[in-house]
């Protein structure tokens, strides 16, 4: 089942999914320049309609693609929401341990790091970049790398176009049921039992116009133990400021480049964590 969010991702990807001879189930294809009243963006909550049918019949695999057709979003055959974290490293895991693809991967400061697991599990690295995905595309021809990612939904892959491609993306997760005869939800099952989970949330928090300085300067002189009190084993601040503990747990808070939002990001192996951890900065900068 194929959601294009009445953008203009329906005729390239249905040529594909006709040439494979799939039985496809489209919605939202009619082009509209006002996306249907609702924001074009593959998200958990704009996707509840994808959702709900995916799990009243039988698919495969639910797609979704933004207004551009170059960020990606998954429904698993349950009707459950695969994030773009997620789907980076279904098709990491897939192109090494599958296609038996050679390579590194590449990502984003705000993408999961079950990527970097994965790599080394394999031999390989994972290359941190700032947000931006020029920086996803330097990386790749720096590293020599077959995979570049953001938890955005934009993904890159070697040999392709060095943009955000959800088409290419879409194409790659067919072929990965067609080649593994395995179902999303058992290949999701699979890269757990290997490589454990990870929670991930982002929340946005909309401050006053003229208050970032006074954000910032809270933020960049706030220490770790303010927030979680775990030995930290990295601290960065090439863009935002990012706090990495040694149990895989870390928590990034930087400005939007487009909006009045900080935006705080957090991933843990363990999910009762992340709220207390938001609410945590939140009190730091003095919001309620």
Same mark, same amino acid.
């Given at each position: 089942?194929?959601?294009?969010?009445?953008?203009?991702?329906?005729?390239?990807?249905?040529?594909?999914?006709?040439?494979?001879?799939?039985?496809?189930?489209?919605?939202?294809?009619?082009?509209?320049?006002?996306?249907?009243?609702?924001?074009?963006?593959?998200?958990?909550?704009?996707?509840?309609?994808?959702?709900?049918?995916?799990?009243?019949?039988?698919?495969?695999?639910?797609?979704?693609?933004?207004?551009?057709?170059?960020?990606?979003?998954?429904?698993?055959?349950?009707?459950?929401?695969?994030?773009?974290?997620?789907?980076?490293?279904?098709?990491?895991?897939?192109?090494?341990?599958?296609?038996?693809?050679?390579?590194?991967?590449?990502?984003?400061?705000?993408?999961?790091?079950?990527?970097?697991?994965?790599?080394?599990?394999?031999?390989?690295?994972?290359?941190?970049?700032?947000?931006?995905?020029?920086?996803?595309?330097?990386?790749?021809?720096?590293?020599?790398?077959?995979?570049?990612?953001?938890?955005?939904?934009?993904?890159?892959?070697?040999?392709?176009?060095?943009?955000?491609?959800?088409?290419?993306?879409?194409?790659?997760?067919?072929?990965?049921?067609?080649?593994?005869?395995?179902?999303?939800?058992?290949?999701?099952?699979?890269?757990?039992?290997?490589?454990?989970?990870?929670?991930?949330?982002?929340?946005?928090?909309?401050? +006053? !116009?003229?208050? *970032?300085?006074? #954000? =910032?300067? &809270? $933020?960049? /002189?706030?220490?770790?133990?303010?927030?979680?009190?775990?030995?930290?084993?990295?601290?960065?601040?090439?863009?935002?400021?990012?706090?990495?503990?040694?149990?895989?747990?870390?928590?990034?808070?930087?400005?939007?480049?487009?909006?009045?939002?900080?935006?705080?990001?957090? +991933? !843990?192996?363990? *999910?009762?964590? #992340? =709220?207390? &951890? $938001?609410? /945590?900065?939140?009190?730091?900068?003095?919001?309620?």
């Amino acid at each position: 089942m194929y959601d294009p969010m009445f953008g203009t991702g329906v005729n390239t990807l249905l040529t594909l999914l006709v040439d494979t001879r799939s039985n496809v189930k489209i919605i939202h294809d009619k082009a509209d320049p006002l996306f249907g009243g609702r924001v074009p963006a593959p998200t958990e909550s704009t996707l509840w309609r994808l959702m709900a049918m995916m799990k009243e019949d039988e698919y495969d695999i639910g797609i979704a693609t933004d207004g551009d057709g170059d960020r990606i979003a998954v429904i698993d055959e349950e009707g459950n929401y695969v994030d773009a974290n997620e789907i980076l490293t279904i098709l990491y895991y897939y192109l090494l341990e599958y296609k038996k693809v050679k390579g590194n991967v590449v990502r984003n400061i705000s993408t999961t790091h079950l990527l970097d697991v994965i790599a080394q599990s394999y031999g390989y690295q994972c290359y941190e970049k700032p947000v931006g995905f020029k920086h996803i595309a330097e990386g790749m021809l720096e590293t020599d790398a077959i995979l570049g990612g953001e938890s955005s939904g934009g993904i890159t892959i070697k040999g392709h176009l060095l943009e955000k491609d959800a088409i290419l993306s879409a194409g790659i997760l067919l072929e990965m049921l067609a080649h593994t005869k395995k179902s999303l939800k058992t290949i999701r099952d699979e890269i757990t039992s290997k490589f454990g989970k990870r929670y991930y949330k982002e929340y946005n928090y909309t401050y +006053e !116009s003229g208050n *970032e300085s006074h #954000i =910032e300067e &809270i $933020i960049t /002189n706030a220490k770790s133990e303010e927030v979680r009190q775990e030995k930290l084993s990295d601290y960065k601040t090439f863009d935002g400021v990012k706090w990495e503990w040694e149990d895989g747990t870390w928590c990034l808070i930087r400005f939007s480049g487009t909006e009045p939002l900080l935006r705080i990001m957090v +991933e !843990s192996p363990y *999910e009762k964590e #992340i =709220e207390s &951890i $938001i609410q /945590n900065v939140l009190k730091k900068i003095g919001s309620k």
